[in-house]
């Protein structure tokens, strides 16, 4: 055998490749990925380069921390590199199952689903995929066969992934657009349950689906909405699913966000994201009995719908651990602590900043919405804004929170002044102080009308107008 030491050694080294090749990464992407990535982050002063993370942080080669406030679009619930989700992939990986023979029944996917459902014990069964999106098209596809109904309703400025069925009931159209023939799908405003009662009318409606609060512009449902919308959907003999891939696992303060409501009981709920424990991409559509037995209703259906890498071990691995720290760190009662205390402190600045124009959510889960300002300085510069694109303003606040402050955070949509916060869901005091000290900074800048902040706006103008 050859001698494997030295600098000549053969075969695939992980390490190696980083080292000799990391410091490419963004030419990488530029030549063989998305294009415009390298190119919006580029404009926007977001192209850092990080070099390792943990928990709620990130650190760059320079050794200083970056305080996560996005999570991953909501992925890393546990933040990065959880022990015990760490710990439980090597044992699974050392374990070495025979996994994915297709024809056995492994204990891991039906310990995870019966951990699942203890959650939500008015459900009864679980698919497992592999994607947000995926655990949607699943949901679909079971409403519409369990329904024998070809169309689904959805709300308007909802998100529930970009696949093509999913993508049918996606409320914005930006996403939508070149990518027709769609499913034939329908949109009404969320909590407009006149709208809801005229589409069940038509009698072709399958479900309705629903997030009890919307990713884009952070919307929470009105009060009573989901529970009249679930009495005129099984009325009409259609039903509810809610689209939890992004608000469940405590993101709200509640295991899942409609457990904030009375009496609600989806017929199908979809999961995904902090599932993961941020390391194995999983989801999960939980249903009713009568829904699943429809839909797999013989033998010769036994396939009828399946996912190719679903329930593998890895993945149900890293979900069984990661709700065993939930449990253990009682992650889901600190999302509401942590999330009332944020969201007090941020409400409190709108009497201070004119600009600042709502705090609004629900846990760890807060949009923080800007608006037209009242004097006439800062109006001048709001319309300046406005007329080349909206949303400038909420990039203005968002690009210095990183670039002075080292905290990341992102605008909650595009063309929306609001700035999501949707960080991993361990954060403490120490967070919540860092971030409302920052944006206070931001925002004192902010009201000035006129320095390096507006200086930036100026450039983000020319960028929207030379997109155009």
């Known amino acids: 055998m050859a001698d494997e030491a030295g600098p000549e050694a053969k075969g695939f080294d992980l390490a190696r490749l980083l080292a000799e090749r990391g410091a490419e990464r963004y030419e990488l992407h530029a030549r063989h990925l998305n294009h415009q990535l390298p190119r919006m982050l580029h404009t926007i002063g977001f192209d850092k380069v990080y070099e390792r993370a943990e928990g709620a942080y990130f650190w760059d080669a320079d050794g200083d921390d970056y305080l996560d406030m996005l999570a991953g679009f909501g992925v890393m619930g546990l933040g990065r590199h959880h022990p015990v ?10 374990a ?11 204990p891991l996917p039906g310990l995870l689903a019966e951990k699942l459902l203890s959650h939500t014990p008015h459900l009864d069964r679980v698919f497992f995929g592999n994607s947000g999106t995926e655990a949607v098209e699943t949901a679909l596809k079971f409403a ?9 309703l959805y709300c308007t400025h909802s998100f529930h992934g970009l696949t093509t069925g999913s993508l049918s ?14 499913l034939p799908d329908t949109a009404i405003p969320m909590g407009d349950l006149g709208a809801l009662e005229r589409e069940l009318g038509k009698g072709d409606v399958a479900a309705l689906i629903v997030e009890p609060i919307q990713g884009h512009g952070v919307h929470i449902a009105p009060p009573g909405y989901l529970a009249a919308a679930q009495d005129l959907l099984h009325r009409h003999k259609a039903l509810l699913i809610c689209d939890e891939v992004q608000t469940g696992l405590g993101r709200t303060g509640e295991f899942f966000a409609y457990q904030h409501e009375t009496g609600v009981e989806p017929d199908l709920v979809t999961v995904s994201k902090a599932l993961s424990g941020g390391y194995v991409p999983v989801s999960a559509t939980l249903g009713k009995e009568w829904i699943f037995k429809k839909v797999y209703s013989s033998m010769d259906r036994v396939l009828v719908h399946s996912a190719s890498f679903g329930s593998n071990a890895q993945a149900m691995a890293a979900g069984l651990a990661t709700l065993s720290v939930m449990e253990d760190e009682r992650v889901v009662e600190n999302a509401r602590v942590t999330g009332d205390l944020l969201r007090t402190r941020l409400a409190a600045l709108t009497d201070r900043y004119e600009m600042l124009h709502e705090v609004r959510g629900r846990g760890l889960m807060i949009g923080i919405e800007f608006g037209r300002p009242r ?12 007329a080349a694109r909206r949303g400038l303003f909420a990039q203005m606040v968002v690009v210095p929170l990183l670039q002075r402050h080292r905290i990341l955070t992102q605008v909650s949509g ?20 860092r971030f409302v000290d920052a944006f206070a900074d931001v925002m004192d800048d902010a009201h000035k009308g006129s320095g390096l902040m507006w200086d930036f706006g100026r450039t983000l103008i020319r960028q929207a107008v030379g997109n155009r």
């Not at 595009?414 to 102080?433: A, F, N, S, T, Y």
Request: aromatic share 6%; glycine share 10%.
């Open 85 to 94: 989700v760490r710990k439980a992939l090597h044992d699974v990986l050392d």
């Open 96 to 106: 070495g199952l025979a996994d994915l023979t297709r024809f056995d029944c492994p």
């Open 144 to 152: 519409r066969y369990a329904t024998g109904r070809p169309r689904v």
């Open 169 to 182: 009931v996606n409320g914005e159209p930006g996403f939508q657009d070149g990518f027709a023939p769609l």
């Open 375 to 386: 004097s006439l300085k800062l109006r001048s510069g709001w319309a300046m804004l406005q």
């Open 414 to 433: 595009d063309h929306l002044e609001v700035i999501k916060l949707i960080p991993p869901l361990i954060i403490g005091e120490r967070e919540v102080d």
